[in-house]
């Protein structure tokens, strides 16, 4: 096992160390137990691919068709990162 610092806001602070009293464990146990969870590893299944699915729907489309899949599935984010790129 290796030591990691990394720098906490207060609020987290006192969450963490008022969750470690609670179940009596360190505040490293807590932390990684926490860590586990959000990044899926080391619970013995598999990990969640937040991609894997897209544009996923009943009626399956060829992979010719990515292109204009993706323009439907992500049309607001595409259009608003292209109006912030003209800076307006």
Known sequence: MK???ISLPDDLVVALEREARRGRQSRSEVARVALRAYLQVGNGGTRELPFA????NEA???AAEL???????WADHIERDSFDDRGR
């Open 3 to 5: 030591r990691t610092t």
């Open 53 to 56: 699915a897209v544009g996923h």
């Open 60 to 62: 399956a489309r060829p």
């Open 67 to 73: 292109d204009q899949l993706l323009r439907e599935e």
